[in-house]
């Protein structure tokens, strides 16, 4: 399907979208359950998207399975007790997203989960055994291809250049987590063939924010690179006001980010991450078990490029790189 005419099904599906937080269940029916880090609003497309890869497999909600959603509205800590409440409806099966994973996997360990778009590799944080065979209770899907940071962001910080051709220092901005980790190394590897300072701008809490910009901005970086950590990306009204008064480009990872004000994102398409979920809730609504669903890796990839934040800073986008975005935010 191409990416238009997904997006259209989303638009759709968004539309008849409308819920109470908590949505209805009804008891006769399979119980789907899911959790995610961010408020309601900006995750209706990721839970359209995620109905749709269940209809796509002949599943209906309301006809053939009832969802029990909760949201942790930005705040990490609330996602274990979110988990639990979860678990109390006894779900057949659990969707989560990035950072929520880890809380469902933590409390509630033999209920089966399939995860969505997470950024760090899923044997490495004990999620599987193998790509091939998870085993246990969970699979799902990663935003890497074969978890390969360093590919993505050598490919993310090549298109970013053309855009900012004079880059010579780039400061990177998140709280010290494992994909902040794993970004950081990548940017440090990369940043001799693109020629390039790194500058890094760690963080504890969202309230070291503002310094952090405000030191990067005093240290003359030409870019900021925005982490994809889950406490930046669930808290986007948080950071995207400060990248605005930087005054400087910046480059990020998920889609979302080039939509609500980065000059320019570059990753593996989260909506898709949800649609291929929808499609293993089918599965292990049917009886598969959840280990013996391989773990899919992204194939499918967006380019954002923010055309009215390239107009605020004074940045003409050549047109061979528009001719590559996927979305241009006008």
């Known amino acids: 399907m191409k990416r238009r005419e997904f997006i259209g099904l989303i638009g759709t599906a968004a539309f008849s979208f409308a819920r109470p937080g908590y949505a209805q269940t009804k008891i006769d029916l399979p119980l789907v359950g899911v959790l995610v880090p961010r408020t309601l609003e900006p995750a209706k497309d990721a839970l359209a998207a995620l109905c749709i890869g269940l209809q796509e497999a002949g599943f209906v909600e309301g006809t053939n399975y009832s969802f029990a959603m909760r949201f942790a509205n930005g705040d990490l800590d609330r996602l274990p007790s979110l988990a639990m409440e979860l678990g109390a409806l006894k779900p057949r099966v659990i969707v989560a997203s990035s950072v929520a994973a880890r809380a469902v996997r933590t409390v509630l360990p033999d209920v089966p989960l399939v995860f969505t778009s997470i950024s760090v590799d899923p044997i490495a944080y004990g999620f599987a055994q193998s790509y091939t065979r998870p085993g246990g209770m969970m699979t799902g899907n990663v935003t890497n291809a074969m978890g390969s940071e360093e590919g993505l962001t050598e490919k993310r ?174």
């Open 157 to 330: 910080i090549g298109l970013f250049r053309e855009l900012v051709p004079g880059l010579t220092r780039v400061g990177m901005i998140g709280p010290k987590g494992t994909l902040y980790k794993a970004e950081l190394t990548a940017l440090r590897n990369v940043s001799g063939h693109f020629g390039f300072e790194l500058a890094e701008y760690a963080i504890e809490r969202l309230d070291d924010l503002e310094g952090a910009f405000a030191s990067g901005v005093r240290d003359g970086v030409s870019a900021f690179y925005i982490s994809g950590e889950p406490l930046l990306f669930n808290n986007m009204s948080r950071v995207m006001p400060l990248v605005a008064a930087s005054g400087k480009p910046s480059v990020g990872v998920y889609p979302e980010f080039g939509r609500a004000g980065l000059l320019m994102s570059y990753s593996s398409d989260t909506l898709d991450g949800f649609r291929h979920a929808g499609t293993y809730v089918a599965k292990i609504l049917t009886g598969t078990r959840p280990g013996d669903l391989p773990i899919e890796q992204a194939s499918k990839f967006t380019l954002v490029i923010n055309l009215k934040t390239a107009k605020g800073l004074g940045i003409s986008v050549p047109a061979t790189l528009l001719s590559l975005a996927d979305e241009v935010i006008e």
